[in-house]
């Protein structure tokens, strides 16, 4: 019988161990970058957009400004970054928005009857990492607010006071934004442009109305319509904050406001606006 040599060959099998050690360091680490730093940098990103939001907002209420105080039928387009997309090659989420034109949002009433009417431009952002976040050019002001939180006013109204000996007097400027029909809002991640032109201008009694029991401003931000109030009146006046609505009542002095509404046309799709 011939004598058979079994000859043991282990250099294969190592090389296979190798390369699955390789592969399971390789998903260790794609593991670690998904669940870890990816997070932290979509939260970055979100945090960013929201950034650019503020500024977008805060160049919209510019235009408007000037459009308003030149009174000049010339259209301008403002950008308005809705959302952000997700990351290549690894499983993020996009953050969306949506914005709107709304056209009754709450009102001004002087001793309980109703003088304006407020409108707003409207940003409601829904982040997947970040907390979500509204913006709000209401009034000629900035609102932003968080889900959890208190609104804030982060740009005022166009509000001037002048404190004399027995009176105070209240020039506000309430830019009345008109959406047209059916380019008044919008929704997704992309970006997209606001359209605004000037129409004419209201104004109130050239004598100003008094303020005899209390001016009450009904909106969904009290907080924020209530941090712009106190820094332009201080301690002159009484304030009064509830859940939709803030009121200032008359202390020593008389109070009379004199107001300016600026009709300005908006839209959020290609076309004319007439």
């Known amino acids: 019988m011939k004598n058979r040599r079994f000859i043991k060959e282990k250099h294969a099998v190592a090389g296979v ?30 945090a960013d957009h929201m950034d650019e939001v503020a500024n977008q907002f805060s160049f919209l209420k510019s235009i408007i400004d000037l459009q308003s105080m030149t ?15 997700e990351l290549p090659y690894f499983v993020t989420a996009r953050a969306l928005g949506e914005l709107k034109i709304l056209d009754n949002v709450g009102n001004i009433k002087v001793d309980f009857v109703s ?11 829904f982040n997947s990492y970040f907390i979500d976040q509204i913006y709000a050019l209401e009034g000629g002001g900035i609102i932003v607010k968080q889900p959890d939180g208190d609104s804030v006013m982060r740009v005022d109204p166009t509000i001037t006071v002048k404190n004399e000996t027995n009176n105070i007097k209240i020039n506000i400027t309430f830019p009345m934004v008109i959406g047209v029909s059916g380019k008044n809002s919008t929704n997704g991640h992309g970006s997209c442009f606001i359209r605004t032109n000037y129409s004419h201008t209201v104004n109130g009694l050239s004598s100003g109305i008094k303020i005899n029991n209390n001016m009450n401003i009904t909106t969904d931000y009290p907080n924020a ?48 606006i007439k």
């Not at 003088?115 to 952002?125: D, G, K, R």
């Open 17 to 46: 161990i190798e390369a699955l050690l390789l592969v399971g360091l390789v998903a260790v680490v794609l593991s670690v970058v998904q669940l870890v730093y990816i997070p932290q940098v979509m939260e970055q990103r979100e």
């Open 71 to 85: 009174q000049k039928d010339i259209p301008i387009s403002s950008p308005i970054t809705l959302g952000s997309r």
């Open 225 to 272: 319509w209530n941090e712009s109030l106190h820094s332009f009146l201080g301690n002159n006046v009484n304030y009064e904050k509830g859940s939709n609505y803030v009121k200032i009542t008359p202390k020593s002095k008389d109070i009379y406001l004199y107001y300016t509404e600026i009709y300005i046309y908006a839209q959020m799709s290609p076309g004319w």
């Open 115 to 125: 003088l304006i009417t407020l409108t707003s431009i409207n940003y409601e952002a």
